[in-house]
């Protein structure tokens, strides 16, 4: 394995009975065994984040808990017009949001300004179901037998501390009602978990990248990790997880979001070239967000477990920073 990183073989508590972070749940899976029973009120951060790429659309899909508020979401673009359909929504006091504790265990429901998400998860996969003006979304996720995705927590200190699953590459069949317009998702199509449990510093700013194609998948991460001894970076090949301990140099043009990316580090050299920006802010006074997805193509190459060099042509994805005041 290319890190120093501990692997979790086991379920384990996120947190002590007291709230901290419990010492023993720092490390990394390939599967989801972290039970996220987040105590207290005021910092805590709940999301369901699911993105769906298809050879016709991309779709986003956000449940979220703040505690202070929820920030739900539903964004779909055409890939050969370049239209876009968004529709967000902020519930004081995330009143009516229900998430599960477990990872791919139970359901997630949050409704409000006109957007209604519903996840209900189950052993053999996930259904997501999605609502809002002239936009209905109704999916099914298999979990195929075997696949394996990346969960991770990452320590700032023990009150302070993120626990993130992302799974890349999913198979995903279903319907996308727009306008009255009718598109089945199946053949060509994946989907990208990335669930997340935590108690935040109030201010922060990440990196992520997800790329597909089939039989390998890439996650990276970087910055919000930087120093804390842990990293979301991972190659997936026929599903199985190759964990990559390196923090990662991230190098794009923020005066031109669509200029080619580059994340580099030991065992990474990763090109991203972009042919959409979807840029997303929140502002509610002291609180705020903005966050630049880059959809695109991936290049470069990954080292695998075994050392070996895996070529990264012809993956599909994105590519984003955000910056988080909450």
């Excluded at 120093?4 to 379920?11: A, F, L, N, Q, V």
């Excluded at 005021?42 to 703040?66: N, Q």
């Excluded at 190759?242 to 005066?255: F, N, Q, T």
Aim: net charge negative; charged share 25%; with cysteine.
């Amino acid at each position: 394995m290319l890190t120093h990183e501990r692997e979790i073989t086991e379920p384990v508590d996120l947190c002590l009975p007291d709230g901290r972070l419990n010492p023993a749940a720092v490390g990394w899976t390939r599967r989801p065994l972290h039970r996220a029973d987040l105590r207290g009120w005021g910092r805590r951060k709940r999301w369901e984040y699911w993105g769906i790429v298809t050879p016709s659309h991309i779709i986003g899909l956000v449940a979220s808990s703040l505690d202070y508020a929820g920030v739900h979401g539903v964004y779909v673009l055409d890939r050969a017009s370049r239209a876009e359909v968004s529709h967000d929504a902020v519930v004081p006091l995330a009143r009516g949001a229900r998430f599960p504790a477990v990872s791919g265990a139970g359901t997630a429901r949050v409704e409000g300004g006109g957007v209604r998400v519903e996840i209900d998860q189950e052993p053999g996969g996930t259904r997501l179901r999605a609502y809002a003006p002239d936009l209905t979304l109704d999916l099914e996720i298999p979990l195929p037998e075997g696949h394996e995705s990346l969960g991770v927590v990452v320590p700032w200190g023990p009150r302070r501390f993120q626990y993130t699953v992302k799974d890349v590459g999913r198979p995903v069949h279903g319907r996308l009602v727009l306008g009255g317009a009718e598109h089945e998702v199946g053949e060509g199509a994946f989907a990208v978990l990335d669930h997340g449990r935590g108690r935040w510093p109030y201010s922060v700013v990440w990196n992520w990248a997800a790329g597909h194609a089939p039989g390998l998948s890439v996650q990276l991460g970087g910055k919000w990790t930087d120093g804390t001894g842990s990293t979301e970076n991972a190659l997936f090949v026929d599903g199985r997880l190759h964990k990559i301990g390196a923090e990662l140099e991230w190098v794009y043009d923020r005066s031109d979001w669509l200029k080619p990316w580059r994340i580099a580090g030991d065992g990474v050299e990763v090109e991203f070239t972009p042919f959409h920006e979807k840029i997303s802010r929140t502002e509610l006074g002291v609180v705020g967000s903005e966050t630049h997805q880059c959809f695109g193509h991936f290049g470069g190459r990954v080292r695998a477990g075994d050392g070996s060099w895996v070529t990264l042509d012809g993956l599909t994805g994105w590519a984003e920073e955000a910056r988080q005041r909450w």
